[in-house]
């Protein structure tokens, strides 16, 4: 899943916060799809600060993305990131447990003990004045709603 999602590729479409193309977007297992489509869709229209949903060109029912800079929410990932074991600790926040792995760029979250998994693209440069943890916060209700911990 890492290898994917670091892969993931944002490209504006003409100048602006206009549309925007992503490549390597994971396609959910069929039994995954329709919650990842609800999840999506049930994402809020700003993650806070500078952080407003761009429009997917074409549109995509497993990725969202947020801001110029953009951070980017994917669902449907097949496996859980190369680093995650266990035993590792995860931020647990509004009842959703994120593993964070930091990149060249930023961070990405992940949600390994959750079914479908989740993961969360924050380049630093899209966070403004805003925290990671005001950013997991706006998200954290869609993803409870729409997938279910593997845990017990």
């Known amino acids: 899943m890492v290898g994917l999602a ?6 504006a479409c003409g100048g602006g916060p206009g549309s925007l193309r992503l490549t390597n977007v994971p396609v ?16 809020p229209s700003s993650l806070g600060g500078d ?16 801001g110029r ?3 980017v929410i994917t669902c449907g990932a097949a496996g859980v990131p190369a680093s995650y074991r266990p035993t590792s600790d ?7 447990g994120w593993f964070a ?10 949600t390994p003990t959750r079914s479908p998994h989740v ?10 004045d805003l925290q ?9 209700s869609a993803v409870r709603a729409h997938s279910v911990s593997t845990t017990a």
Not at 28 to 43: E, F, G, H
Not at 58 to 65: R, T
Not at 132 to 140: E, I, M
Request: aromatic share 4%; proline share 9%.
């Open 6 to 11: 670091a892969c993931l590729l944002a490209t």
């Open 101 to 110: 792995e930091t990149t060249g760029a930023g961070v990405r979250f992940s």
């Open 132 to 140: 990671p943890f005001d950013v997991l916060v706006s998200v954290a």
């Open 28 to 43: 959910p297992a069929p039994a995954s799809r329709a919650a990842c489509a609800d999840l999506i869709r049930a994402l």
């Open 51 to 66: 952080l407003d949903r761009r429009e997917l060109d074409p549109p995509v029912d497993s990725a969202a993305a947020y």
């Open 119 to 128: 993961v969360l693209t924050l380049p630093t440069a899209a966070l403004g």
């Open 69 to 71: 800079t953009p951070a």
């Open 90 to 96: 995860l931020s647990v926040v509004n009842d959703v």
